[in-house]
């Protein structure tokens, strides 16, 4: 039906948001606050296509990318000056940045009144298949790079960034490309929603909360640092997402749709709590509690 392909749809969208995000924080060590900057920015470059320019909105999908990628390019410039937690606050500024610059510059993106489209489709399956292409595409992108050169680069600024300098390494030249990548990836899940949802606003995709902590959560639950695991957090989040926002498909009180933000809370502190890897990273550990198996060896008694 419909509304199971819709369901779909937005975890696929997901899943190339959360492994955008997991090369840049998983695979490079450089923690994001700001992907919503190339999600908005994706989908605005779609939706201007169509109210400015009177080009189709799926334009967006060629451009929306690029886009996405030379913003990602300045902010690398700017931020990749900063480390550790102060790189994660500037993201959220600039983040705010623009959210703020979206919602006042009326002239160019509408203001809150946001930017409407006509669906191309009237069928869903179009964009399911578009959705499913892109998640492959972007798992499949990430699992050849980090099998090259850049891949064994980005691990050695993550495990040790002055390390990797003195063997050689640029870390200001390998972070900006993992974050070229990222914010690539995400521009291209930012156009689909556009085209896809036909009507965005500042408040929707540049929401620090909706879009990049939803990103992190992703890819925390799945498995950060895994190539299988922000699709696994994906579809765990979009699910559990939909399942409290129907109220358990209509059985539980209409209060509880509110309850989706704690829930996603205490799943996050359980998983930090007891599966720091998350779960795909720790699934042998998740087994060995199913099954009942200790597959840990005996101390040495000395014998």
Same mark, same amino acid.
């Given at each position: 039906?419909? @509304? @199971?392909?819709?369901?779909?749809? /937005? ?20 923690? #994001? ?7 908005? &920015?994706?989908? @605005? &470059? ?62 160019? &993106? ?6 409407? /489209? ?10 399911? %298949? ?21 891949? %064994? ?20 030249? %390998?972070? #900006? ?30 929401? !620090?909360?909706?879009? #990049? ?6 890819? /925390? ?14 579809? $765990? ?5 939909? &399942? ?12 509880? #749709? ?10 996050? $502190?359980?998983? /930090?709590? @007891? ?10 550990? $998740? ?9 840990? !060896? ?6």
């Amino acid at each position: 039906s419909d @509304y @199971y392909r819709h369901i779909f749809i /937005i975890a696929l969208m997901w899943v190339v948001i959360g492994s955008a995000w997991n090369l840049l924080a998983g695979y490079t060590g450089q923690v #994001s606050f700001g992907h919503a900057i190339f999600f908005g &920015t994706g989908a @605005y &470059t779609a939706g201007l296509c169509a109210s400015k320019l009177g080009i189709s909105a799926w334009w967006g999908m060629l451009l929306g990318g690029p886009v996405a990628l030379l913003v990602g390019l300045v902010i690398g410039w700017i931020c990749f000056r900063l480390r550790g937690p102060y790189f994660a606050l500037a993201t959220i500024a600039i983040g705010e940045i623009f959210r703020l610059v979206a919602t006042d510059w009326r002239s160019l &993106t509408e203001g809150m009144e946001g930017i409407l /489209i006509i669906q191309t489709f009237r069928s869903k399956i179009p964009y399911y %298949y578009l959705a499913l292409f892109l998640a492959g595409a972007s798992i499949y992108a990430i699992h050849r790079i980090m099998q090259s050169k850049w891949g %064994y680069y980005f691990v050695a600024i993550r495990e040790d960034q002055d390390a990797a300098e003195a063997m050689g390494i640029s870390a200001f030249r %390998y972070k #900006s490309l993992s974050l070229m990548v990222s914010s690539f990836f995400t521009g291209l899940a930012g156009a689909l929603y556009m085209n896809y949802m036909a009507f965005i606003d500042p408040h929707v995709v540049f929401s !620090l909360h909706d879009v #990049s902590i939803m990103a992190i959560l992703v890819a /925390i639950i799945g498995g950060v640092g895994t190539l299988w695991g922000p699709p696994t957090g994906a579809f $765990i989040m979009v699910l559990l997402q939909e &399942t409290f926002r129907s109220a358990f498909f209509g059985l539980l009180p209409p209060w509880v #749709s509110e309850s989706h933000v704690l829930v996603f809370g205490l799943l996050v $502190i359980f998983v /930090i709590r @007891y599966m720091a890897n998350g779960i795909v990273g720790d699934w042998p550990k $998740i087994q060995r509690l199913w099954t009942g198996k200790n597959t840990m !060896l005996p101390a040495n008694d000395g014998n």
